[in-house]
């Protein structure tokens, strides 16, 4: 019999650090499916609770992430901070909240229209449509909503119709950063094997497979680095092996031992793997959608200041 104690998905952590589900790698595999066969195999909260110990024991000081500078957002709300005023507003509908509102870039070059009825609002044009709808005591007219606040993309991403995944996109950026941080962070708590840093920038960061999302997944879930395996057999024989495989075939080809005197365990002694990837955070939202909410900011303060002119004309009487 053979038990797996450690595997080779253990996880970036001490390989001593603790015991871990059982690791099953299949060939072929997505790191979804095997994030899924992980958690299927996963302990109850009382059985995790006896294996880990007291909860002092789990404290661990929050992760430390290098921030990244939002280049895109800032590329959005640049276009827009320089009055962006040569425009021509053409009110093509309005009936209380019922509306549609064009708005042409004097060059020709871009088009923004807001169109809004009873809680929703479409923002739709040159760099794309997107439709938000919000239940609120105060939004029946979305123009509300966004009126006289800061462009916050990340939060209304979650008032799309189609969700905030149709408006997030795989950020290379992001998984070198968790990539990086993470090997960093084994060589500074002193148990990454010599070497790692070195081989991460060669196997992966350096890697063409890194500028697509699911091969880069694929590469940095599968790799291992300076990877030992202890079978341990209850009768006293024991051996190292450098792979998981060979670990596990140990008592079939070499040791042979047969019958209840001899229980095998597998233990992780040493080495190196990401584990968790599929919980990592990286995507962003896409530039075209930053830059329809820094517009659609800018396009009710434009038609709020034209209505402003207007009334002004007509002596303040609402037209
Ligand atoms: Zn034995």
Redesign the pocket.
Known sequence: MTTAEHGPQSSAQHPEAGPSTEPQRLSGESPESHHEAASTAALTAEEGAACLGQPEELRKPPRQTTPIPDIDEARAAAHFADGASTHKLTVHRENGVFRHLEFTDLSGMSQISLITWPYNLLVTGSHGSYHFERFGPDTEDMLNWIRGSRPNPNSWAGKLVNGRQSVEEYDRTRLEREIRDRAAEAVQDGWAPVGLEAEVREEILDSHWMDDEQSALRLVSEFEFGMNYRSE?????SADHDSYSSADCW?LLT?K?KGD??N?RIRQTEGFAFDDVAEWNIRKLDYHFLYQCHAAVWAVAQYDAARATELSATGGAAS
Request: aromatic residues 0%; positive net charge.
């Open positions: 057999c209850s009768c006293g024989k008592n040791h031992g005197g001899h095998v």
